[in-house]
């Protein structure tokens, strides 16, 4: 008889994720759902603010992706406002994009998605002499994988193995499950570059402090351009800059890059990572300004999986419906004029599979009705997926001559079929191949920089805000989880509505009206589990998108007024106009 | 003669905790750095930075040391609520080599939703275990605000569909100690802000035991790291001010320290982002700075390993360790001025005189201001 099973918490990613799956008696998931179970409503509360506040407002819905909202909330309502930004900003703002690019992609591989691919137990039985000399298979240069070193790692975290309370963070995990494929000695290598990631990322996070103050939550940019003049214009700030770029981007190609190879190789033969994917369009934005009028990354869509074919993106085409969602108004909306009222309708009283393998009572979510704080978004109707992948493919498809080139090494090197690409494995490939095109091309943008100042030294544009004027506009990009858009209506020179349609509302959205699934939950379906109680098929799929959740979760009223009600009491200085 | 009476009460108070057992035999932060590679020297001159930023005097270093050397005897359990992760990074970029990093492994890091490799069940189960063994003994951190009263099911978590208000207040109950880490859990933060949609609520609001508040947007990783050592240290809550902010932190206002302060009294001041002001860095007052009205180590400490901070960046404190920030403090580009500092208690806030002091602070210096911004602007360079 078919079984539930739930996991929740999804630990390892930013916010709160459950996912739930009906299981046959052959193992094989029949039907699948995803939910989010946090919503905090700042769209709402952005609405009746000065717009100069909310980019830093935007920024905070995401302390992860901690700039990503940062930058398309302030490009949107310069795009509503018509604000053309001096050349020396965008281009700072592509650094620091670079900087979260580079802290993004490795974070996630190494200390969210890793332990998925990498078995800590199983590295305690390497010999730490053919680990050593294994790292040269897959790179001239390996990083942190000398006899000695490793033999440090391996203490260290055998001492943990020993310790009569167990692994601390590692502990009650699903060490030792039938699908880890590496051998002792490759997971002893990747164990070694999760401890070396932790100082690294320290390193990736100074790289975007330099020119935005502080990582989290970076505070120099503002409507019109950059506030970090003063720290342009001094060459020993540019130098830090340089430095610990090159120190990260020879993380990437000798430890990040090396590490997805070895899983390639040794993954392509797992079932549950080759499963072909439920949802195969994709649609990535334009990114990285390295140059005037010159992308790193393209535009453009997908449809299903047919790279002979990369359509534009027609903005007018994307929207988002609640049917499943916790809110009322079911039908699309596109987001410029979104609503959202809250219909929280909770789970219902059933069982699922229990720790012991025993059935135990649970809430269940009820397919049947609503069961998510993230919305569907749909282009012409359509599930997207979007994130490294698509930009990947978008880029591969388009015949940017950069993205060919590391697609094509990285297929040559793995002996994986384009194919392939279209799997778990791919959209982690992917992932680690978009942090290397950002490693090995950032720093044009950099040299653009410095050639510019020589002759402008404008980082800010001036403008006004009519008070009886009515504006919309909209930032769109490509961030490390995707395509990422914030849509800004602008009244009485306060926010009229807000709306961001983010990466991971795109792929953990619940079905639509037609039924239609997004992407994580069209992806569950069909995967073998091959123990109910360590479902880490299942989280390794999830993980593979690099789930981002407070980013997901949409607006709402709580007690069902119409939203443009909200009269703001002026002693609320920061709402008062 | 008061240093010594408090070096005498810490030392007993190590002492005391010397006695408790250890939580692993084979582990201490000393064995550890030799392992890593660090000299005894190298971490006495961190314990003495450390020293120093609790405003101790540096003959208690030793002290401080040996406290960093006690940490791994503390199980930390760390919740999320309404939150951004940005607490949990900040946290994870601790600051100087990578001792503080060894802190961190060498607590005893029971529940931590990022960074822990279980999930689901087991997950549930390592919370349920760590509260259960370490009853009365577990250090709790929360980031994120709280859903509250019947929008409490605005979070849920596990299976059972457990709602976060209660996780918090049953993982309060028993807690030696217990910090809310960042503005959300402080003060409710970005999600409490009008109208806030979800009753999210302060940490402090849900249960009855004493929370030590360490907010900002996020903290700094050295904010962090000490409030947690400062407890290792006394045994008790550090001297706290009207928002219950550990003082040796937050006691001092960003503008104190704030090395435009010079700019600031001269009245050179940006007129807006971009000018030549901006270029020569003169004081962000004017084009918004809420340094004068905030309490925090900012200008003093700067973020990740002192590379910078938001005035160093040109762009002027946004007040974000100040309850309510994002609708006391105005627009975020436009000076307060002398005008009332509201607070949500109309104008009497829990740190009123703070507050006044602050407000008076600045209408004895309006007069100056306005002098000098008109100096500044004839003195304005040629273009």
Known sequence: MAKRVIVDPITRIEGHLRAEVIVGDDGVVQDAFVSSTLWRGLEVIAKGRDPRNIPLMMQRICGVCTYSHYLKSTMAIEDALDIKVPYNAELVRTLMNAALFMHDHPVHFYHLHGVDWVDIVSALSADPAKASKLAFKYTNNPIGTGENELKKVQEKIGKFAKNPQGLGPFANAYWGHGTYRFTPEQNLIALSHYLKALEMQRTAAQLMAIFGAKQPHPQSLVVGGVTCVMDILNPAKMGEYMVKFQAMADFINNAYYPDIIMAAEMYKTEPSVMKPMGVKNFMAHEEFIIGRNEHLFNSGVIMNGDLSKVLEIDEDMITEEATHSWYKDDAPQHPYDGTTNPNYTGYVDGSSVGPDGKMVDSKLINQNEKYSWIKSPRYNGNPMEVGPLASILVGYASGNKKVVKVVGDFLAQTGVPAAALFSTLGRTAARMLQAKLVADNALIAFNNLIENLKVDQETCATYTIDKNKEYKGRGIGEVPRGMLSHWVRIKNGVIENYQAVVPSTWNAGPMDSKGAKGPYEADLIGLKIADLTQPLEIIRIIHSYDPCIACAVHVMDTKGKTLSEYKLDPLYAGCSV | ?383
Not at chain 2, 267 to 279: I, M, P, S
Not at chain 2, 294 to 315: D, E, I, L, M, Y
Request: charged letters at 20%; proline letters at 5%.
């Open chain 2, 1 to 383: 003669m008061e240093n010594k009476a408090l070096f005498e009460k810490l030392s007993s108070r190590l002492d005391e905790l010397s006695n408790l057992p250890k939580l692993d035999d084979e582990k201490s932060i000393s064995r550890l750095i030799e392992e890593k590679g660090f000299s005894r020297r190298e971490f006495m001159g961190w314990a003495g930075a450390m020293t120093s930023m609790l405003m101790l005097p540096a003959s208690f270093t030793p002290l401080v040391a040996k406290a960093a050397e006690m940490a791994d005897r503390l199980p930390l359990v760390w919740l999320h609520m309404a939150e951004c992760t940005g607490c949990s990074e900040s946290l994870l970029r601790t600051a100087t080599p990578s001792i503080d990093s060894l802190i961190f492994d060498y607590i005893s890091l029971e529940y931590h939703e990022t960074i822990m490799s279980a999930a689901g069940w087991q997950a549930e189960h390592n919370l349920e275990s760590a509260m259960e063994r370490y009853k009365g003994k577990y250090i709790l951190m929360v980031e994120g605000g709280i859903p509250h009263g019947e929008s409490d099911f605005y979070l849920t978590i596990g299976a059972h569909g457990k709602t976060g208000e209660k996780i918090a207040r049953e993982a309060s109950e028993n807690a030696a100690a217990i910090f809310a880490i960042g503005t959300c859990s402080s003060f409710g933060g970005v999600q409490a802000a009008y109208p806030n949609p979800t009753n999210a609520t302060a940490l402090s609001n849900i249960t009855n035991k004493s929370v030590i508040n360490v907010p900002g947007c996020p903290p700094s990783e050295s904010n962090i790291v000490g409030t947690l050592l400062h407890f290792i240290l006394y045994g008790t809550l550090p001297a706290l001010d009207a928002y219950n902010r550990p003082k040796w932190a937050y006691g001092l206002r960003i503008h104190d320290a704030c090395e435009r302060r010079g700019r600031f009294d001269a009245g050179e001041f940006v007129e807006q982002f971009g000018d030549d002001g901006a270029k020569n860095g003169y004081c962000l007052y004017k084009v918004g700075c809420k340094g004068p009205y905030t309490f925090n180590n900012c200008s003093k400490q700067r973020f990740n390993q002192g590379t910078s901070w938001p005035v160093q960046a040109g762009h002027g404190c946004m007040g974000c360790s100040e309850p309510d920030f994002w609708d006391k403090m105005g627009i975020v580009h436009e000076p307060l001025g002398n005008r009332l500092y509201h607070t949500v208690f109309g104008g009497l806030g829990s740190d009123a005189t703070a507050d006044k002091i602050g407000v008076g602070i600045l209408t004895v210096t309006a007069v100056g201001i306005a002098a000098h911004a008109a100096i500044s602007l004839i003195k304005k360079p040629k273009e």
